[in-house]
């Protein structure tokens, strides 16, 4: 199995999970939009709430269609739209660190509308493309063991970093605070909704 991502801090989270025996994968850092990978070498790709961030959304889906082998298949999943997780990390974000840096986030929720994506699906070649609602629990890490590495891995990590050690506290009692009702013995639970999108190359 092979795995893929742009910004590092997001592969050295993946490198940190513990994978079932047996499976192995191997991290690139990379582009989307340029994978380093040849024609047809895979059966399967999944692009796991990226294709809403991608500076062109076309030409990294034909990216996912050239390394796929003839009758392989795709499964993009994005958000619909924000998750009481999310809404209260941009309020947090607005409140302490700036509104440029509760703004940068937003692209992750611009691709919520399913026809919109199986027109994106079917534009780039892909075959009996279908779209899913899926209603979902979104399982996070209580926020003061995951919410500053969550965000060292976002568009707005920068002035993130930038803000200090006292903002980095005042975000984390935000967030503990506004995630309480979804607290589990886990960690959080948190309703979100995605569209998947399902096709053939």
Same mark, same amino acid.
């Given at each position: 199995?092979? /795995?893929? &991502?742009?910004?590092?801090?997001?592969?050295?989270?993946?490198?940190?999970?513990?994978?079932?025996?047996? !499976?192995?994968?191997?991290?690139?850092?990379?582009?989307?939009?340029?994978?380093?990978?040849?024609?047809?070498?895979?059966?399967?790709?999944?692009?796991?709430?990226?294709?809403?961030?991608?500076?062109?959304?076309?030409?990294?889906?034909?990216?996912?269609?050239?390394?796929?082998?003839?009758?392989?298949?795709?499964?993009?999943?994005?958000?619909?739209?924000?998750?009481?997780?999310?809404?209260?990390?941009?309020?947090?974000?607005?409140?302490?660190?700036?509104?440029?840096?509760?703004?940068?986030?937003?692209?992750?929720?611009?691709?919520?509308?399913?026809?919109?994506?199986?027109?994106?699906?079917?534009?780039?070649?892909?075959?009996?493309?279908?779209? #899913? #609602?899926?209603?979902?629990? !979104?399982?996070?890490?209580?926020?003061?063991?995951?919410? !500053?590495? #969550?965000?060292?891995?976002?568009?707005?990590?920068? !002035?993130?970093?930038?803000? /200090?050690? &006292?903002?980095?506290?005042?975000?984390?009692?935000?967030?503990?605070?506004?995630?309480?009702?979804?607290?589990?013995?886990?960690?959080?639970?948190?309703?979100?909704?995605?569209?998947?999108?399902?096709?053939?190359?």
């Amino acid at each position: 199995m092979t /795995g893929l &991502d742009l910004n590092e801090a997001m592969l050295a989270e993946a490198r940190r999970l513990r994978l079932p025996p047996g !499976l192995t994968v191997t991290w690139h850092q990379g582009s989307a939009l340029a994978l380093p990978f040849i024609d047809g070498t895979y059966d399967v790709v999944l692009c796991q709430q990226g294709l809403q961030v991608f500076p062109d959304r076309a030409k990294g889906l034909g990216e996912m269609r050239r390394v796929l082998r003839s009758g392989g298949r795709v499964a993009v999943s994005v958000w619909t739209g924000p998750s009481p997780y999310f809404a209260a990390m941009r309020e947090g974000l607005a409140r302490y660190v700036s509104p440029d840096a509760a703004i940068s986030g937003a692209a992750a929720f611009s691709l919520g509308d399913a026809a919109q994506l199986q027109e994106l699906l079917t534009g780039s070649g892909f075959r009996e493309v279908v779209v #899913h #609602h899926v209603r979902m629990t !979104l399982r996070l890490p209580a926020p003061e063991d995951f919410l !500053l590495r #969550h965000l060292s891995a976002v568009p707005a990590a920068d !002035l993130v970093a930038a803000a /200090g050690a &006292d903002v980095h506290a005042a975000l984390v009692t935000h967030m503990t605070e506004a995630t309480r009702p979804y607290v589990d013995g886990y960690g959080l639970a948190v309703p979100q909704e995605v569209n998947v999108a399902i096709g053939s190359a």
